[in-house]
Antibody, heavy 122, light 111 residues
Framework: HLQLQESGPGLVKPSETLSLTCTVSGGSLTSVDYFWGWVRQPPGKGLEWLGSMFYSGSTYYNPSLKSRVTISIDASKNEFSLNLTSVTAADTAVYYC??????????????WGQGTLVPVSS | QSALTQPASVSGSPGQSITISCTGTSSDIGGYNYVSWYQQHPGKAPKLIIYDVTDRPSGVSDRFSGSKSGNTASLTISGLQAEDEADYYCSSYRSSSTRGVFGGGTKLTVL
């Protein structure tokens, strides 16, 4: 049974870097069958795709964030990570890691983590 | 890049059917069959209920169905139940560096 779990700091200060890790259990990040991604949801608002990666290192980012976002993989730990630099209050959101339904970067996510709220505040 | 357009809210009585629309452009919904729908209950992660416009993941009730006409996709829920009360989001592949885009969400109220 595939499970994803986000972890990271509970609070980030403005202008700093938000770093989150997604630990995958019950499945392998190095599978050739899936992309893995990050989605966020500001309080009371809709969903926004941040970016996705393939185990080979191929990455795709939302252009609205591209200069600030990086996704990387640690295959030895079966984890992938999100780094978002120069955060502001507008980056306050619940951050989800998720698995794409297949080996394409279409926004069809069939497994999700429970999400973690990251407030940005001084 | 603007989100796909969904009505803010819809409502229906138990047993009825409702339809939620999701309008995009020829660069996303109209151009590809990669439309999906998610159900999200308060405080929970989204759940995929429709993918590739019309397909349901294993375990999803057949009361949920999807369709597409031109640049507009639709989610229909038949035999409405109290447990269907939730937020619903559409998404689509987009032919630009954006790759993927979500709708703004629709709150379904079961009266």
């Amino acid at each position: 049974h595939l499970q994803l779990q986000e972890s990271g700091p509970g609070l980030v200060k403005p202008s700093e870097t938000l770093s989150l890790t997604c630990t995958v259990s019950g499945g392998s990040l190095t599978s050739v069958d899936y992309f893995w991604g990050w989605v966020r949801q500001p309080p009371g608002k809709g969903l926004e795709w941040l970016g996705s990666m393939f185990y080979s290192g191929s990455t795709y980012y939302n252009p609205s964030l591209k200069s600030r976002v990086t996704i990387s993989i640690d295959a030895s730990k079966n984890e992938f990570s999100l780094n978002l630099t120069s955060v502001t209050a507008a980056d306050t959101a619940v951050y989800y890691c998720a698995r794409h339904r297949g080996a394409t970067v279409t926004p069809e996510f069939d497994h999700w983590g429970q999400g973690t709220l990251v407030p940005v505040s001084s | 890049q603007s989100a796909l357009t969904q009505p803010a809210s819809v409502s229906g009585s138990p047993g009825q059917s409702i339809t939620i629309s999701c309008t995009g452009t020829s660069s996303d919904i109209g151009g590809y069959n990669y439309v999906s729908w998610y159900q999200q209950h308060p405080g929970k992660a989204p759940k995929l209920i429709i993918y590739d416009v019309t397909d349901r993941p294993s375990g999803v009730s057949d009361r949920f169905s999807g369709s597409k006409s031109g640049n507009t996709a639709s989610l229909t829920i038949s035999g409405l139940q109290a447990e269907d009360e939730a937020d619903y989001y559409c998404s689509s592949y987009r032919s630009s560096s954006t790759r993927g885009v979500f709708g703004g969400g629709t709150k379904l109220t079961v009266l």
